[in-house]
């Protein structure tokens, strides 16, 4: 949820800063393609590596770029961090996957993975209204902070599952 509320904060602050649509569609290609590009092509490394220190890392790594994107003096440096993002969420996406078989029974698995594209489709309904009520009654610098605050709440979560319940043999 929170990705997508930044989302548009990300695209309303390039759009103010530059008024330049170029900067907005570039915003918006660098925060979605590197998590398809990471997933088509390093799906297999994914796999191999441990899944809650990856998922964690992410988290973290997306965590500081929501934390520097308010000291940010230009579009290109807004680009390039979302850029960094987009990648991080490239590599914790396909580790959430591929954990839930391990996280639930197999009998349960199907509702699980209801479940989570439920919630995720929710969330593609439901972000993009919330960024733009959030960011148009504050400003973008307080949409990232609450988006900083998601993946550190991520973090703690994901650290608290037990390694060996996220990765299969």
Do not use: H
Not at 60 to 79: D, E, K
């Amino acid at each position: 949820l929170g990705t997508l509320v930044a989302g548009i904060a990300l695209a309303i602050d390039v759009k103010d800063r530059t008024n330049a649509g170029i900067w907005v569609g570039g915003v918006l290609v660098v925060e979605f393609l590197p998590a398809v590009l990471v997933g088509l092509t390093l799906g297999p490394l994914v796999d191999r590596l441990e899944r809650r220190t990856l998922m964690v890392g992410a988290d973290l790594l997306r965590a500081a770029v929501f934390c520097t994107l308010p000291f940010t003096g230009s579009a290109g440096q807004i680009v390039a961090l979302a850029f960094v993002a987009g990648l991080a969420s490239g590599f914790f996406r396909p580790a959430v996957y591929a954990g839930v078989p391990n996280l639930v029974p197999e009998q349960e698995l199907a509702d699980a993975n209801a479940l989570l594209q439920t919630v995720e489709n929710a969330s593609w309904a439901i972000g993009p209204l919330v960024g733009g009520v959030v960011t148009a009654a504050t400003s973008p610098d307080v949409t990232y902070w609450i988006n900083a605050a998601s993946f550190l709440l991520s973090a703690v979560l994901v650290a608290r599952i037990p390694a060996r319940l996220l990765q299969s043999a």
